[in-house]
């Protein structure tokens, strides 16, 4: 049997458009997207594995021969779907700033300092058990022109596919008790009952001695679409 | 925090029968959907997404030199009618033989050697996409007909804080295009349109506008909720 997948009622997710978020204005779509049902090309996805990534792809503080600045941290977690079913071998993708906050990228130019030991890039396929890991530092806040005064909390994209078309998610992913949140739009643009799912967990256990800190954050991606338990007059299960 | 659960939705008990108000009724208890652990909300991918997200081979569907390889080329505009310099497309489509690289195809696996299914490509510079791949072939729509061959598009962007899913038919599968279920739903031929490419020297060529012009002439692409 052919696999569905949930579809999210829509104050459930992050919408398209946020006034707060000026970046929007021209860009996110004015009509209502037109409800597309899941059919092959939509409940099939790329399959991505292990010839995507190396195993210095999960660590991003050994670049150009060297170490990189900034506090060393775990970001581990699970990909599972809705249901709770870890999402093995798939592919994660993440970027981020420096500890300075700043981007390796061109039009990146506010005046904080550049890394030669910092890309910003790390990669990984899930596990059997859908977990993954990598070793990073914890990437800076940035001020950007959205309002005045504007800073981005501290944040790493994350980039996943799933196993189908209708799972794949860009995200990024937030450290506990960011005092940035209040004032940041595209944090405040998730639903108020989702977004601490964006937040990770500090996780003093899963810190490592002399070497890093730790923070979980599992990644749940849509489910299976099930049917519903059927229920008589009085309550009881069919 | 990590993954939580959503609060159970349980039936709204109707206590006018029980023989003490008040009391819990027998039934209230049970859920009406599974238990399920509350998604991940998106976001966008900002400015910087070709730090995380460049594929030195990105465009490749298929490798350079495969017999009958087509680009699907196109460009990105935004409300105003400008290029959008800084977004990035995935495509995913069946091969030539309207098969997926998935295990979830109940017909088998690809039967087009070095076929992957999947293209990203940046929209810089200028704006444009390409993607070198194979037209794909028809698919079944589940309900016993075949789909026209299509190729569906996630679009990515600063300023877009979920991706947007659209899709790409052939201008020359005129027949196919007439009996597509999803085209066919779609209220008028200007909408249908917006997702029909058109041959060129090397393939195919299809602009996608997140907003309409009307000042230049253009239409909004019709995007999909999946």
Excluded at chain 1, 106 to 125: C, S, T
Aim: proline share 9%; hydrophobic share 35%.
């Amino acid at each position: 049997m052919l696999p569905r997948y949930l579809r999210e009622p829509a104050e459930r997710r992050t919408p398209v458009a946020y006034a707060g978020y000026k970046s929007t204005g021209l860009r996110a779509p004015l009509r209502t997207p037109v409800d597309l049902p899941h059919r092959l090309t939509e409940i099939t996805g790329p399959v991505l594995g292990e010839d995507m990534v190396t195993a210095a792809d999960a660590d991003l503080t050994l670049r150009q021969g060297g170490e990189a600045q900034g506090q060393r941290i775990i970001v581990y977690g699970r990909v599972l779907d809705s249901d709770g079913r870890p999402v093995p071998h798939a592919l994660v993708e993440i970027w981020q700033a420096n500890a300075a906050g700043r981007y390796r990228h061109v039009v990146d130019n506010w005046p904080a300092p550049l890394d030669p030991h910092f890309d910003g890039l790390g990669r990984v396929v899930t596990d059997d058990l859908g977990r993954y890991e990598f070793t990073t530092i914890k990437p800076g806040a940035y001020p950007w022109g959205n309002h005045h005064n504007a800073w981005r909390p501290a944040h790493i994209h994350f980039s996943l596919f799933g196993q189908a078309f209708t799972q794949r998610l860009v995200t990024q992913m937030y450290f506990p008790d960011d005092p940035l949140f209040g004032q940041d739009p595209i944090f405040n643009s998730m639903p108020t009952t989702a977004r601490h799912r964006a937040v990770s967990r500090f996780d003093l256990e899963r810190s490592q001695p002399n070497w890093a800190l730790a923070f979980q954050w599992d990644i749940v991606l849509r489910g299976q679409d099930q049917t519903p338990f059927e229920t008589d007059d009085d309550g009881d299960v069919a | 925090m990590s993954a939580d659960r959503l609060p159970p939705q349980v039936l709204a008990a109707d206590e006018s029968n029980d023989r003490r108000q008040g009391t819990p009724r027998r039934g209230t208890g049970f859920l009406t959907e599974p238990f399920r652990l509350g998604t991940t909300p998106s976001s966008t991918v900002g400015p910087y997404l070709a730090i995380g997200l460049t594929w030195p081979d990105g465009p490749d569907v298929v490798a350079e030199g495969t017999p009958g390889a087509i680009w699907l080329r196109g460009r990105v505009f935004d409300g105003n009618g400008d290029l959008v310099p800084d977004g990035m497309i995935e495509t995913w489509q069946a091969d030539p033989d309207g098969r997926f690289a998935h295990p979830d195809d109940p017909r088998g696996a690809v039967t087009t050697p070095g076929f992957r299914g999947v293209g990203r490509s940046h929209t810089v510079p200028g704006g444009e996409y390409a993607v070198r791949t194979l037209k794909p072939g028809r698919v079944p729509d589940g309900e016993g007909g075949l789909q026209a061959p299509h190729v569906d598009v996630s679009v990515f962007a600063r300023g877009l804080l979920d991706r947007l899913v659209t899709r790409i038919y052939f201008a020359d599968e005129a027949a196919a295009n007439a009996e597509d279920a999803v085209l066919r739903s779609l209220p008028d031929d200007a909408s249908r349109a917006t997702l029909i490419a058109q041959p060129s020297a090397d393939g195919y060529v299809l602009d996608i506008h997140l907003q309409g012009c009307t000042a230049k002439g253009m239409d909004e692409t019709v995007f999909f909720a999946v």
